[in-house]
């Protein structure tokens, strides 16, 4: 269902389309600027790995920071989740989360918030209305077309241990990684370095440690052969890397004691071993 919104109505629509964002929260607006209460509202997803903010924004492209600054811009890059896209043609408007979203004339710019008049249409939708063919539905499936389309400038995303143990799956959150930063480059700084041109569907929506199993491990082992062979004589004796020689090759090598001496046999197989074996490495490789 939808309705049209402007003031006040309009404002608190989208204050709760960024607050309440559980799973996504998808903002674009060619002019970002944020106050102190913008923040607050952000600042609500500051611990929320599993939320992943797509943010769009674009214009001035010979001077990117009219359009966000570069202390807005660094404030986004704090968040565990977050695709960072610029579109420099960008001219329209809209937020949504996975439940809500407002096709409007309104940027995320605290003057716009304060001063203007601005208009915008509100939906609000089930998981299973997400498939219909709606207002919002299209304007989404838009705005995740154009970002899909654009180079990403900024991609973070959180780290997970996948935990299983014999009746359930888990997983905690570790930390989140930086795996596409273009800052420099694209405030000026490095004006020469070529951007990357990759877009935010190429990385991976969250990055794995290595799995933790939640039972107890058993220790592989490793199945020896009863038998071996003396690695001077060739003659059959109890397998024994740490002595791999009978006891009368053994009472002659121990007059020198040259573990890298040569010897004759394979320790494991008994083969010539053609002086490749030694009592340091009594089996061939």
């Known amino acids: 269902m939808s309705k049209f919104l402007t003031g006040d109505d309009l404002i608190e629509a989208i204050d709760d389309i960024i607050w309440d964002a559980q799973s996504i929260l998808m903002i674009v607006s060619p002019y970002i600027k944020l106050d102190e209460y913008f923040k607050r509202l952000f600042d609500n997803h500051i611990r929320k790995p599993e939320l992943h903010i797509i943010l769009i924004f674009g214009k001035n492209e010979q001077e990117v920071k009219r359009s966000m600054s570069k202390d ?16 420099s043609s960008l001219h329209a408007k809209y937020y949504g989360n996975e439940s809500r979203g407002v096709i409007t004339s309104i940027n995320l710019y605290d ?11 509100f939906s609000e939708q ?8 709606t207002a919002d539905n299209s304007a989404w499936n838009e705005c995740f077309e154009i970002a899909e389309s654009h180079a990403a400038i900024f991609i973070r995303r959180p780290v997970f241990e996948h935990k299983r143990s014999l009746i ?10 930086t795996l596409l930063d273009e800052t420099d480059r694209f405030y ?9 041109e990759k877009k935010f569907i190429e990385y991976p929506t969250e990055l794995a440690s290595d799995t933790i199993i939640e039972s107890k491990p058993t220790r592989e082992k490793e199945d020896l052969p009863v038998h ?17 020689m009978s006891k009368s090759a053994w009472k002659k090598w121990s007059e020198f004691g040259n573990e890298e001496y040569p010897e004759k046999f394979c320790h494991r197989s008994g083969k010539p071993s053609n002086g490749k ?8 490789g």
């Open 72 to 87: 807005d811009f660094d404030y986004f890059k704090k968040f565990p989740n977050i695709s960072i896209i610029y579109v």
């Open 111 to 121: 003057f716009s918030f304060k001063n203007n008049i601005e208009f915008g249409v």
């Open 126 to 133: 089930s998981v299973l209305d997400r498939f219909k063919q």
């Open 168 to 177: 359930s799956k888990s997983k905690n959150y570790l930390g989140s990684e």
């Open 188 to 196: 000026g700084y490095f004006k020469k370095r070529k951007s990357s």
């Open 228 to 244: 071996g062979f003396c690695i001077r004589t060739g003659v059959q004796i109890k397998f024994n890397p740490n002595q791999p």
């Open 277 to 284: 074996t030694s009592m340091k490495n009594p089996v061939l």
